[in-house]
């Protein structure tokens, strides 16, 4: 939906709309463990003595009010434009920020940030996002927006998408830098959104930490879908109050942790504790599909809740279990293994251990079902399609209006084809697009009898512009994706429909053709359109 002036309104002259609109941002701060504004960050002093630096070191300080401390330091800046805004923010990033600290009778000075000078440095700026700014917009509300979404990305996708504010491809994982300085992506896309809405500094506040979420967010506990893999997650490493919270953590809990990007909602996360208790804490459920943060250290998060508390199992059960026992991830002590998945049988085998062990043992989630294809009643093509290939297509996400069947394309001399599903669809005449294409039939039982089909679903999917196609028969699935030098009929994945009973094999294949993969696509060629159209 878009901006609505009419319910924006009517929220802004209500008792709530002007409650929020003069709150301090502090208040716009989750307690999940954050102790806005005061945090944990490492900074560097260097000891000043009659005006002199002698000496310094690095010195990591629990209690520090950033927000307070770079309002402070910045408030001699002078910035009258965004652009100004945005090259200060670069230079803090680059440079760093200097200020005097007192810290035991002594005085030092204190540098956040510069990440030229250090190769990790523009971490401070990663985990400290929300001081930093809203110290920034204390001083420059015209310019500088808070960013308080730590470790909630996803929220800020969400109003985004919601509203249809654009925002750039994020960077990858190791891109600190980018990473670092990509709250600038955001801050102008607010601000533009802001001028173009008539908003006060205070207004787009509420807005995007008030309005927007309480406008689209649903209840984390709606029912969940059936899982479709089981994660590993570690915690409890240090002294980093893991242990505290998941040892209080109440049924409606919801908490965000490392994991895997591949998580769907509804998946089901076991928590092993590290240190230094060692043991299977807990089981989890993914609250939501995995998603990228470039603000959380460790770039992937998943938001999990409906926790069940089993008893403790500690790694000896584990390591002796005969089939857990040969796992690699066991040999290796769990060493990196965080946000990994484990099969369907290790969770079989760590229920069975639970039960064998303890006389009383919480109702555990369920496991991810085995959904069979009934191969042996395919009497033809279109048995193929409607008892094997839509089954599978509702199991990986979609919906009967997601596809289009015997989509007519025009190939050349007015000749007429139909390519038996597309997937990704744009059925606009004249216009015909789409992201994949799927051919079935009834057999393909030959090298030779592959290549004629693959031949025959290649000449659409290059018609439609398809980044994937995929062929189905009795015997199984075929998926090929374009590769540099495009189509190869050498270049697939292959999987039985016996195989894709199996939830591993169906997630595997859903990473792929899943309609969550297949939007993500069909987002980034509708940003490379809009792109084009704006240069033209």
Not at 198 to 223: H, K, M, R, T
Not at 322 to 340: D, E, I, M, N, Y
Not at 458 to 477: F, V
């Amino acid at each position: 939906m878009e901006f609505n002036s009419f319910l924006w309104n009517l929220y802004r002259n209500s008792d709530a709309g002007k409650n929020a609109i003069d709150r301090d941002i502090s208040e716009y701060i989750p307690c999940e463990g954050r102790n806005f504004p005061l945090f944990s960050v490492q900074l560097l002093f260097f000891e000043v003595e009659h005006d002199n630096i002698v000496e310094n070191d690095v010195h990591v300080t629990n209690l520090v009010d950033l927000r307070k401390l770079i309002a402070e330091s910045s408030i001699d800046r002078k910035i009258t434009s965004l652009d100004e805004a945005e090259a200060f923010f670069i230079e803090i990033a680059d440079y760093g920020l200097t200020w005097d600290f007192e810290k035991d009778g002594k005085t030092f000075e204190v540098v956040f940030a510069g990440g030229k000078g250090s190769a990790d440095a523009y971490g401070d700026v990663i985990v400290a996002i929300d001081g930093l700014t809203a110290g920034l917009h204390d001083i420059y509300p015209d310019f500088f927006l808070p960013y308080l979404f730590p470790r909630r990305f996803d929220v800020l996708d969400n109003i985004c998408r919601t509203f249809d504010i654009s925002l750039p491809e994020l960077p990858g994982k190791l891109q600190k830098r980018e990473r670092a300085i990509y709250y600038l992506a955001i801050n102008r896309a607010f601000q533009d959104f802001r001028k173009n809405h008539g908003l006060s500094p205070q207004e787009l506040n509420a807005f995007l930490y008030d309005f927007a979420p309480s406008s689209i967010s649903p209840s984390n506990y709606v029912e969940l879908p059936p899982p479709s893999r089981v994660w590993f997650v570690i915690g409890g490493t240090g002294e980093n109050g893991d242990f505290e919270y998941l040892d209080s953590a109440e049924r409606d809990a919801v908490s965000y942790w490392q994991g895997s990007l591949e998580t769907r909602r509804g998946d089901i996360v076991l928590i092993w504790c590290a240190s230094p208790r060692s043991y299977l804490h807990s089981v989890w459920r993914a609250l939501n599909n995995g998603f990228i943060d470039p603000y959380f250290y460790y770039y992937t998060m998943i938001r999990i809740g409906y926790p069940v508390k089993i008893p403790p199992l500690p790694f000896s059960e584990f390591s002796r279990h005969p089939l857990l026992g040969t796992k690699p991830s066991v040999r290796a002590h769990f060493q990196g293994r965080s946000g990994t998945a484990i099969s369907l049988e290790e969770y079989s085998a760590i229920c069975d251990l639970l039960r064998q062990k303890y006389t009383e043992v919480p109702q555990l989630p369920s496991p991810p079902e085995v959904r069979e294809f009934p191969v042996v009643d395919i009497k033809n093509e279109r048995g193929v399609e409607h008892k094997l290939l839509e089954p599978l297509l509702l199991n990986l996400g979609y919906s009967e209006n997601d596809w289009v069947r015997q989509l007519s394309v025009r190939m050349g001399r007015g000749e007429r084809n139909y390519p038996d599903y597309v997937l990704g669809c744009d059925p606009r005449p004249g216009e015909e697009s789409g992201i994949v294409v799927i051919e079935c039939k009834f057999d393909i039982d030959s090298k030779k009898e592959l290549k004629e089909t693959f031949i025959q679903a290649k000449s659409y999917a290059l018609r439609l512009q398809a980044s994937i196609l995929a062929l189905a028969a009795r015997r199984g699935l075929w998926v090929f994706t374009q590769r540099s030098e495009g189509f190869s009929v050498e270049h697939f994945i292959f999987k039985t429909w016996s195989e894709l009973s199996h939830p591993d094999a169906l997630h595997a294949v859903s990473l792929i053709i899943g309609k969550r993969a297949i939007d993500k696509l069909a987002e980034q060629r509708s940003k490379v359109c809009r792109r084009a159209n704006s240069r033209a």
